[in-house]
């Protein structure tokens, strides 16, 4: 625990230290006289860019110029399979709606002395 608060120290402080160089660095450099204007320089035309010769495309032929396309053969009609008969569902049973009734069982006759 102590070596690291020594380490949090030590960053504070060399962080503070370079904080300082940057603001003394910072006014040094606003306090400079200004630069001086560099000349600039002309820069030569761009050389033109030559003709280059224009391919020939060849004409296509027109749409209603073209063959019609083959016909395709018919197909050969499918057999027809068996269909499955599937067997009929059971009933579901039904719920009773009534509550049936609980015998009241009475207790034992009690003897009296």
Same mark, same amino acid.
């Given at each position: 625990m ?22 003394q ?6 306090? +400079?006289?200004?630069? /001086?204007?560099? $000349?600039? *320089? %002309?820069? &030569? #035309? !761009?050389? =033109?860019?030559?003709?280059? @010769? ?20 018919? +197909?050969?009609?499918? /057999?027809?399979? $068996?269909? *499955? %008969?599937? &067997? #009929? !569902?059971? =009933?579901?049973?039904?719920? @009773? ?17």
């Open positions: 102590g070596y690291f608060n020594c380490i949090a120290l030590a960053f504070l402080m060399a962080l503070s230290f370079s904080s300082i160089n940057v603001g660095a910072a006014r040094h450099l606003q306090q +400079l006289p200004p630069m /001086p204007t560099l $000349p600039t *320089a %002309t820069l &030569p #035309p !761009l050389p =033109s860019i030559p003709n280059l @010769p224009q391919p020939t495309i060849p004409t296509m032929p027109r749409p209603g110029a073209l063959p019609p396309l083959p016909t395709t053969p018919a +197909l050969p009609a499918l /057999p027809s399979a $068996p269909r *499955a %008969t599937l &067997p #009929p !569902l059971p =009933s579901m049973p039904t719920i @009773p709606t009534t509550i049936p009734s609980i015998p009241f069982i009475s207790p034992p006759p009690s003897s009296t002395p």
